[in-house]
C-alpha cells in the first residue's frame, strides 16, 4: 500500500507523470519534434518525485517478500510460482528504475548543456526501456496471481483478475511504445493495493497443511 501511495505521490508531486509532461512524440516523430519535448524545463520537484518513487520500490520489495513467504506454507506450487513472481518483480524494478534515471538524468541535462543529439539519444533509450519494463510487470503479476490463484492466498476473483492485468501488460510490451504508462500498468497499481489490504485482513488457507493428531 505504501508502495503506490508513494509511486503515485512521486509521479504526480513531482511532476514526473504522463499528464505532467504533456503530449509525448510518437515513434515517427522528427528529431526537432523529439529534442523540443527532451528540451523542455525539468519539474520543479523532479528530485523529490525520484526519490520517493525509489523509496516506494523498498516496499514494493516487502509486498513480493511477504508473499512468498505466506505462498511456503500454502503448497509446493505456490511457492515456486511466487519465486518466478519475485524474479519478475526485481527486473521490473530495475527496469523501471533505470527509466526513471534516464529522465533525471535529461532534467539535470536542461537548460545548460542538453545537445540533440543526447535528447534524441535519451528520447530512444526511454521507447526501449518502456516495453521492457511492461514485460517484467507480467513476468511478476502472472505467476503471482497463478500462486494466489492455487494455494487460495487472495479470493479466487482477485487471483484471475491478477492474471488477466498481467496478461494486458505483457500485450503492451509487445506493442510500440507510445507512452510512458498504459491502463494496464495503473490497473497493476490498483492490484497490489487491493492485494495488499487483503493479505492483511485475510487469513490464509494452508491447502497442503497436515491434519494433528489429539
Same mark, same amino acid.
Given at each position: ?32 519534434? =523529439?529534442? +523540443? ?23 514494493l ?19 515456486w ?8 518483480? =526485481? ?16 532534467? #539535470?541535462?536542461?537548460?545548460?548543456? #542538453? ?18 519494463? !511492461? ?15 492455487r ?6 476473483w482477485?487471483g !484471475?483478475a ?9 500485450? !503492451? +510490451? !509487445? ?13 497493476? #497499481? ?8 487483503? #493479505?492483511?485482513?485475510?487469513?490464509? =488457507? ?9
Amino acid at each position: 500500500m505504501i508502495f503506490v501511495v508513494l509511486a503515485l505521490a512521486g509521479l504526480f508531486g513531482g511532476g514526473l507523470g504522463q499528464s505532467s509532461t504533456g503530449s509525448r512524440p510518437g515513434l515517427d516523430a522528427s528529431t526537432e519534434q =523529439v529534442v +523540443a519535448f527532451m528540451s523542455r524545463p525539468a519539474p520543479a520537484n523532479g528530485g523529490l518525485g525520484f526519490a520517493l518513487i525509489l523509496t516506494a520500490y523498498l516496499f514494493l520489495f516487502l509486498f513480493g517478500a511477504r508473499f512468498w513467504a505466506i505462498s511456503r506454507n500454502a503448497g509446493e506450487q505456490a511457492g515456486w510460482l511466487s519465486i518466478a513472481g519475485l524474479g519478475g518483480l =526485481v527486473l521490473y524494478a530495475a527496469a523501471d528504475i533505470t527509466r526513471f534515471m534516464v529522465s533525471d538524468a535529461r532534467n #539535470l541535462a536542461v537548460g545548460h548543456h #542538453l545537445q540533440p543529439a543526447e535528447g534524441v539519444a535519451f528520447f530512444d533509450i526511454s521507447n526501449a526501456l518502456t516495453p521492457m519494463t !511492461w514485460a517484467a510487470l507480467a513476468m511478476f503479476l502472472i505467476p503471482t496471481a497463478l500462486a494466489a490463484v492455487r494455494g487460495r492466498l487472495l479470493p479466487p476473483w482477485l487471483g !484471475w483478475a491478477g492474471l488477466v492485468i498481467g496478461l494486458g501488460n505483457l500485450l !503492451w +510490451a !509487445w506493442l510500440p511504445p507510445g507512452g510512458t504508462s498504459t491502463p494496464a500498468e495503473d490497473a497493476a #497499481l490498483l492490484w497490489i493495493l487491493v492485494a495488499s489490504i487483503v #493479505l492483511l485482513v485475510r487469513p490464509v =488457507v494452508r491447502v497442503n497443511a497436515k491434519p494433528t493428531s489429539g
